[in-house]
């Protein structure tokens, strides 16, 4: 199997830690050319896609079997598919293609629990932008006769992106906004579902990648704050809290995301079903210390 990754960035990177050996040769992209030499290692080769194109892009894609695509949309539409849409499409070995998108898609929902069936309302351009972005790729796919799986993924954590994180920085705030609740999704359970994807029999199709429990912001705050024995920031009402506008764009919507579709249909086992199992496991791996 090949991989050509476009968007290398914290999950597409975490995937090839975790499962890259199954995908070789792997060339991955990232829009500045100096950074993808920074990027580079033997196991992933990572070249230039914006501005400028790389031209090592074209036959990785003559042999690729997979594509992880992780790039966001802007206003005119998928930065990929703008510029070799059809290099992609007269790709001969291609077997599947993995488009990250987001929850957000779905807008607000006023606590409701969603699944893959619930109608997509998107509130922000930026929800709006992906949702044209995961149409673009699904038709590619049916045109190509290739299953195309668009992952919605709920709020990204990890290694150095988490409540532990965040809280030795100094940067954690404990916003309270009555009933309002986020579902989140370990990077490690990211890529699990990646690999379940490209593995799959199925046609392709829209999953959400998501953990067991919506739960307000400030729990997880606070629960971080116990396991690393200091006090939990203080509580600041959500109405004249000092938030950027995109910050407070993700508090104008709440759902509560099932994931009951990656586990029946894929098969996937979360590594980190809440936030709790994970934030132990990062706080005994050193994070917060």
């Not at 809280?167 to 906004?177: N, Q, V």
């Not at 709440?254 to 990062?282: F, H, M, W």
């Amino acid at each position: 199997m090949s991989l050509v990754i476009f968007g290398y960035g914290y999950s597409a990177q975490h995937f090839v830690q975790k499962f890259g050996e199954s995908y070789r040769p792997i060339l991955a992209t990232v829009r500045v050319r100096q950074r993808a030499r920074s990027l580079s290692s033997p196991d992933c080769s990572t070249v230039a896609f914006g501005d400028d194109v790389d031209e090592q892009i074209f036959p990785a894609l003559q042999k690729a079997t997979h594509l992880l695509i992780s790039t966001p949309p802007h206003s005119s539409g998928d930065p990929v598919l703008e510029k070799i849409a059809e290099q992609i499409a007269a790709a001969p070995a291609l077997e599947a293609i993995v488009y990250l998108s987001t929850v957000g898609v779905y807008g607000d929902h006023h606590g409701d629990w969603i699944d893959e069936g619930t109608l997509c309302k998107p509130s922000n351009d930026r929800s709006r932008w992906r949702l044209a972005a995961e149409q673009e790729w699904l038709a590619l796919g049916r045109d190509m006769n290739v299953p195309v799986h668009v992952l919605r993924l709920a709020g990204i954590y990890g290694p150095g992106q988490n409540a532990l994180a965040n809280l030795k920085a100094g940067t954690a705030r404990r916003i309270i906004k009555p009933g309002q609740v986020f579902n989140r999704i370990h990077v490690e359970d990211i890529a699990a579902t990646i690999d379940a994807c490209f593995q799959s029999k199925t046609r392709g199709g829209i999953w959400n990648v998501s953990d067991d429990e919506p739960a307000p912001p400030q729990d997880v705050i606070a629960f971080a704050a116990d396991l690393m024995g200091i006090a939990p920031p203080p509580e600041l009402d959500f109405n004249t809290a000092d938030l950027s506008p995109m910050a407070r764009s993700f508090y104008a919507e709440c759902k509560r995301v099932s994931n009951r579709a990656i586990k029946e249909r894929l098969g996937v086992r979360l590594a980190y079903p809440t936030y709790r199992e994970a934030l132990r496991a990062l706080y005994s791996a050193g994070e917060g210390r």
